[in-house]
């Protein structure tokens, strides 16, 4: 049981560029979420799911997209990366919300840098 | 918007004794979840414990435990009987109910010292 794979784990972009980071669960969970983990912070909500084709904004959504188009994976778009994104992402998946007696489980991070 | 404040940025604990994390949160909701995380050097992020707000009976998880004080909006983990792999950042956690925004202290690094 391979729970939430993250891909990939680190990745080295220039300014400008565009990306998509892919996250997968095989948990049959419903909500899904993108956080990023920047030093001296806690996680920040950047987008979330609460079943296929749906999305929303978290705390932090400008400069990311996402999609759900099947209800296994949850992908975060970078269309044209800044300094400002660098950071580790994590993705999580809840089979309710947060507040569930079930917890997030979560992925191992991507480290991604912006040049 | 609710705001969560860990203001012990790190801490250090010799093997087999007692710890204290602190944290405090911000809300005017009633119904609301608080949770610690744990996040190993290997960067995955573990729960420890949760306690739902509207229970006055404060959550344990064997050597993990919880002083939940609702008027002061304090949550502090205590952690008894330290051991080498507990050392990990430490992170509080809310969210209200029904509400997918979970907000993050900014952590505490704990170091268990042999």
């Known amino acids: 049981n391979a729970g939430v794979t993250q891909t990939p784990k680190f990745r080295v972009l220039k300014t400008g560029q565009s990306m998509t980071l892919l996250c997968a669960q095989d948990?049959?969970?419903?909500?899904m979420y993108w956080y990023r983990q920047d030093p001296g912070m806690g996680l920040r909500l950047i987008h979330y799911s609460v079943g296929e084709g749906t999305t929303a904004k978290g705390e932090v959504p400008d400069g990311y997209n996402v999609s759900r188009l099947k209800k296994q994976n949850f992908l975060l778009g970078l269309e044209s990366a800044a300094p400002s994104q660098t950071s580790v992402y994590f993705c999580?998946?809840?089979?309710?919300?947060?507040?569930?007696?079930?917890?997030?489980?979560f992925g191992d991070g991507t480290r991604l840098s912006i040049l | 918007a609710q705001t969560v404040t860990q203001s012990q940025p790190e801490m250090s604990v010799q093997e087999a004794e007692t710890v204290t994390l602190s944290c405090t949160y911000d809300?005017?909701?009633?119904?609301?979840?608080l949770f610690w995380y744990k996040q190993p050097p290997s960067r995955q992020m573990i729960l420890v414990i949760r306690q739902e707000a509207y229970k006055q009976q404060n959550a344990t998880e064997n050597r993990f435990s919880v002083n939940f004080q609702k008027a002061a909006k304090s949550f502090s983990l205590k952690i008894s009987d330290s051991q080498l792999g507990d050392t990990a950042m430490y992170f509080c956690?809310?969210?209200?109910?029904?509400?997918?925004?979970?907000?993050f202290g900014a952590g505490t690094r704990l170091t268990v010292k042999p």
């Open positions: 948990m049959n969970h419903e909500y």
């Open positions: 999580a998946s809840t089979p309710r919300g947060p507040w569930g007696n079930q917890p997030q489980h």
């Open positions: 956690a809310f969210t209200q109910y029904n509400n997918n925004d979970m907000r």
């Open positions: 809300t005017s909701e009633n119904n609301y979840y």
